[in-house]
């Protein structure tokens, strides 16, 4: 009886304090929970209730005797908690802002570092033309910045060179390394390469600016085709 009466009223289990200070808690039973911008929107209306009530009457026991000192003050202080509203505001505008362009340039940074490793995997597969994508994504940017390309459109003159030749990782081996002149099925194969190139990039969203050199690279100035 002893035990059973013991075991009946155990203490409860205590979280460690690490524990309690953890941000990544489980939702609420109900499915909700708070979130950093709620905390925030909760904090800020509460300090600022508190502020006006506050001050509203400090104001009204000091000036009591003159209405019209009390009046311009309180035209004082709400400017005053115009001028701080609108400077939190920039603050936390500017740290999300800042946050979001960080995120976009180590996405960006990402993408690209991965269609450097595509490019390189050619480089590979193919040696006889080995730095080959490197060379041509160099002489591509010289020679559009020359022409007065600039920003994001000389980025993607970059990532469509880097990527001229990636269709290419559809052809057989046996066409891409022959080491003799390609018979007339043979080209009709490696010729697929800018169709299998778009196939592969298009759904790419991201990639979308660029496809235009993947795609036309072997296009004919008359437009006639390979």
Known sequence: LLGQAVARHRRPRVR????????????RPDGRRWTTPAKITFAYLVLSAGWITASDRVVALVFRPDP???ARLQTVKGLGFVVFTAGLIYAVVRRDFLALRQAQESLVASYDATLEGWARALDLRDQPTHDHTRRVAEMTVRLAAALGVAGDELEHYRRGAVLHDVGKMGVPDDVLKKPGPLTAAEWAVMKRHPGLALQLLEPVEFLRPALAIPYCHHERWDGTGY
Do not use: C, E, Q, V
């Open 68 to 70: 019209d000192a009390a």
């Open 16 to 27: 460690p304090a690490r524990d309690m200070l953890r941000t990544d808690h489980p939702p």
